[in-house]
């Protein structure tokens, strides 16, 4: 899980033009399965964002998003989370036992690790060979999902590119990372799942005409004002998800915004469940 982009958003037009390129050297064009192969989830009823534990509800659930490693929600419309840009907390052994080579490194040769979440690797998909790399560790897990039985995946830290951009400290390069991103919209399409688009507000349209994805998941965006660069764009498919340690408003005002998604929920910070002392979770 990663905070929304804020920084350097390009004009939509050098995007659009990106993407062509990446998808042309990639070899792969945004999704062209059938939206009939899968289905985009409800735009109303009780939606929760369950990240660090799954629970349920009285009344149960209708819409949640849960980790790949949880079961879905029996009864309600489950989103799987998988972070495609950047490595799990936990398994840096692995990627450094055998896939050190697509990892981030910057200049001097170091790993580049997400200041924000320091226990998370920056994945590097610069190239063709590195992007098949990392589909060969993670695509299972976006297979996994449907396996499984969730109904559509929630692909994180899109924006790696826009927060690392600097070749000295680690630059993850603009066209293999929206390249990477049309591949898990194939592949989750082909497995019968719906994909989400999270935050990374100022490319909204790129990823939803050009790259494929069918929801947005958004983080936040009351507090930074963007939450119409996603409703205007996938309409009432966005999932909007406020923390309770940083809203700019009282959550009613929040609610009574007529940019807000139909489907927002606060929750706590570090998304806990009801038995934690910690736990917040109110809805519109």
């Not at 998003?65 to 950047?86: I, M």
């Not at 981030?104 to 590195?130: N, R």
């Not at 927060?163 to 680690?170: I, N, Q, S, V, Y």
């Not at 989400?196 to 349209?205: F, L, R």
């Amino acid at each position: 899980m990663s905070p929304p982009s804020r920084a350097g958003a390009e004009p939509v037009a050098a995007v659009v033009i990106a993407v062509a390129a990446a998808t042309a050297l990639a070899g792969c064009s945004s999704s062209t399965s059938s939206p009939d192969a899968y289905r985009l989830p409800p735009t109303e009823g009780t939606f929760d964002y369950q990240l660090g534990a799954a629970y349920d509800l009285p009344g149960g659930l209708d819409v949640v998003v849960r980790d790949a490693t949880a079961e879905p929600a029996g009864g309600a419309y489950s989103v799987c989370y998988v972070n495609g840009f950047q490595t799990q907390p936990g398994e840096e052994d692995r990627w450094l036992g055998e896939h050190e080579d697509l990892l981030l490194h910057d200049a001097s040769g170091e790993l580049v690790v997400d200041p924000d979440w320091p226990d998370e690797l920056v994945l590097d998909p610069s190239t063709a060979a590195q992007r098949a790399g990392i589909l060969e560790v993670l695509g299972p897990v976006v297979t996994g999902c449907a396996d499984a039985g969730f109904d559509a995946v929630e692909i994180d830290n899109l924006d790696t590119w826009t927060r690392f951009d600097d070749p000295a400290t680690g630059r993850v390069d603009e066209e293999g990372a929206l390249a990477l991103a049309a591949a898990y919209v194939d592949l989750a399409h082909g497995a019968g799942l719906a994909v989400a688009q999270k935050n990374a507000a100022e490319i909204a349209v790129v990823a939803h005409d050009k790259l494929g994805f069918d929801v947005a998941v958004t983080e936040e965006c009351a507090v930074y004002d963007e939450c119409a660069a996603y409703t205007d764009v996938y309409g009432d498919h966005v999932l909007q998800v406020e923390y309770v340690d940083a809203l700019p408003a009282p959550f009613a005002d929040v609610c009574a915004r007529a940019d807000r998604a139909r489907l927002t929920v606060l929750r706590d910070r570090d998304l806990v469940g009801p038995d934690d002392a910690g736990y917040v979770r109110e809805q519109c």
